[in-house]
């Protein structure tokens, strides 16, 4: 992933509160160029979202917004206590998770989940967190592998069984959704 093989990355995020102004916006400007870089690389995402931890600096990109926020203190939120807590994980339609006062993906509620990864220096001392708004669309390659009856129809659900992600339009009821996941 670019965040881990970029090396310029790190040392930009280490200068956006240096002294000198104009390398505190060419860090900034260099660290949203490269999130927008992968936004628009990869068909794949709607939104990037990174947080630092030292700095308290939030960058986020989607389409519409590039951005910056600094002295964010997120430690009441859900998102930073779980992702603070684990290393790596994925929300599925939980739009509670993400920072309220951004618009980070929340025109996608249907077609897309999250992703995120708890970023630690080499002490494995928590140091931020990158988000990953992904579109459902990723996964029909493997779910059509996964499908292999043209009668059958594969579903993504919740942990209470409602469905996260039907590629398939079908008409589902909940009894054949709870007679499915007894198998």
């Not at 260099?30 to 308290?56: A, P, R």
């Not at 939030?58 to 009441?76: A, R």
């Not at 603070?84 to 998770?97: D, L, Q, R, Y």
């Not at 590629?167 to 959704?177: A, I, L």
Request: glycine residues 4%; charged residues 25%.
């Amino acid at each position: 992933m670019l965040f881990r093989s970029d090396q310029n990355l790190s040392s930009n995020v280490d200068k956006t509160d240096d002294n000198n102004y104009k390398i505190q916006v060419d860090s900034k400007n260099y660290i949203i160029s490269k999130m927008s870089s992968l936004l628009y690389s990869n068909n794949s995402y709607n939104g990037l979202l990174l947080f630092n931890e030292s700095k308290k600096q939030l960058f986020y990109v989607t389409d519409e917004i590039k951005n910056y926020s600094s002295d964010y203190t997120p430690h009441d939120d859900i998102w930073y206590s779980a992702a603070a807590k684990n290393s790596m994980g994925t929300i599925i339609n939980n739009f509670k998770f993400m920072p309220s006062n951004l618009n980070f993906g929340m025109d996608q509620q249907d077609n897309s989940f999250f992703v995120y990864r708890r970023l630690t220096k080499f002490t494995n001392k928590f140091n931020g967190v990158i988000f990953l708004n992904v579109k459902w669309k990723i996964m029909n390659d493997i779910l059509d592998i996964l499908k292999t009856e043209d009668e059958s129809d594969i579903l993504i659900t919740d942990l209470k069984g409602n469905i996260s992600y039907n590629p398939y339009g079908t008409n589902v009821r909940s009894e054949e959704r709870r007679v499915g996941k007894e198998c």
